[in-house]
């Protein structure tokens, strides 16, 4: 019978072609698009971390929302200690962020000075291969501030010019400080580039009269999925302080950015069922006419003693075969597919025009590739071949259900 059934699906080669094709060509692009769905939501989780400064980060309460520079956390780095000792968490990075203005001779503009590690910033993002011109910072200076280019340019300074912080302290009070511009560096990102000065820690807390404060601890962990456990455990060590606290986990210091990924995903189910009622229509409507142009084959079949059920199964296994080549030339354009968006990619920066925003985060690497899941790859597959499958019920009934008199009689 299986032979039988192999030579009925070719009698009609190009039905047969059409059809094969219509399944490939969309459980293939259903793959890729599930491939680049998952790599670009990895992408803007990696991306939203970075912007963030950590899979979980720590500061004054009412920092987040109010980014002043007089909310800090006195004895910060006994904090960090307490933090890095947590079971999860891999590192702990030490900043001290000022809001303040700028002012050169040229001028002033508003600008946010970070007091930064280089080398513990480099873990969540690193501005060492962005330095444009000049360096970084030296034992010999005790105030380096390494600026955007889009800032300096604004305070018209270069390499060597002094420039004025102005802002406020912890205690609420104005305080200046002094500090020598010894590089420019360029991010491409113009909000950071326009606004950002970096800066030692200890030159950042000399500005401010601050002793062991600190803004904020960007917290990394070995597995972002444990940030909400590693976040109780990070506030109940941190209950006994006299200072009140804020401990947030990524998604809740950038909650639209989980929100698009979310719909991201929801998306990609709608367009998987999408694709499986097209292929179902086509494949119920495909089987039922070649029923129907059968007729008279399958009541002879069934008048020589097949018997309507062995007609049944007769379609049914026709359906199977089918099911079985176009899914195996689907799975292979999909992977194919894969393949060439692992070396290839998609450059999506070259689409939007320049530098991609998603919902306030920036997106630094715009290239999106693929990322290979096993597991719902296997899914995507064999719910296309169940679609088949089912597809096939009503014709197959409808072949079950002929009266072979009438059928040879009315299709003479």
């Not at 047969?16 to 599930?34: D, H, P």
């Not at 702990?92 to 002033?108: A, D, K, Q, Y």
Request: hydrophobic share 50%; no cysteine; glycine share 10%.
């Amino acid at each position: 019978m299986g032979i039988l059934a192999w030579r009925n699906l070719w009698r009609n080669r190009g039905r047969t072609l059409i059809v094969v094709s219509a399944i490939a060509l969309s459980l293939g692009l259903m793959l890729v698009s599930y491939g680049m769905t998952l790599d670009r939501n990895v992408k803007m989780m990696q991306a939203a971390v970075r912007s963030a400064g950590g899979n979980v980060l720590v500061h004054a309460d009412g920092y987040w929302d109010a980014r002043t520079s007089d909310l800090q956390m006195p004895g910060g780095d006994a904090i960090a200690d307490r933090v890095a000792a947590i079971p999860g968490v891999s590192g702990v990075i030490r900043r001290v962020i000022i809001s303040g203005l700028l002012t050169s001779t040229h001028g002033g503009e508003g600008a946010q000075i970070m007091g930064v590690d280089l080398e513990g910033e480099a873990q969540v993002y690193d501005f060492r291969p962005r330095l444009v011109t000049g360096q970084f910072f030296t034992a010999d200076d005790e105030t380096p501030l390494v600026l955007g280019d889009g800032l300096a340019e604004l305070l018209d300074v270069e390499v060597g010019d002094r420039v004025v912080l102005t802002a406020t302290g912890p205690d609420g009070e104005v305080a200046r400080a002094l500090f020598h511009v010894t590089g420019t560096l360029h991010t491409g990102v113009s909000m950071i580039d326009d606004s950002l000065g970096l800066t030692t820690v200890g030159a950042a807390r000399a500005a401010l009269a601050m002793d062991t404060h600190l803004t904020q601890i960007g917290v990394l962990l070995t597995d972002d999925d444990r940030r909400d456990e590693v976040d109780r455990a990070i506030a109940a060590a941190l209950d006994d302080l006299p200072a009140q606290v804020e401990v947030l986990t990524w998604d809740e210091a950038i909650p639209d950015l989980l929100g698009f990924v979310e719909i991201d995903e929801k998306f990609a189910v709608v367009y998987t069922v999408v694709i499986g009622l097209v292929v179902a229509f086509g494949i119920a409507n495909t089987l039922l006419m070649m029923v129907m142009e059968r007729i008279r084959e399958l009541g002879m079949l069934n008048a020589i003693g097949m018997g309507p059920r062995r007609v049944a199964i007769l379609v049914l296994l026709e359906t199977v075969l089918l099911a079985v080549v176009a899914v195996t030339v689907g799975f292979a354009l999909g992977f194919a597919g894969h393949l060439a968006l692992v070396h290839w990619g998609l450059d999506l920066s070259k689409l939007s025009g320049g530098e991609m925003d998603i919902a306030g985060v920036s997106m630094n690497d715009t290239i999106i590739r693929s990322q290979f899941d096993a597991l719902r790859w296997g899914a995507a597959t064999g719910v296309v071949v169940l679609v088949i499958l089912a597809s096939s019920l009503y014709p197959a009934w409808r072949a079950m259900r002929l009266d072979p008199v009438e059928a040879m009689r009315t299709y003479e």
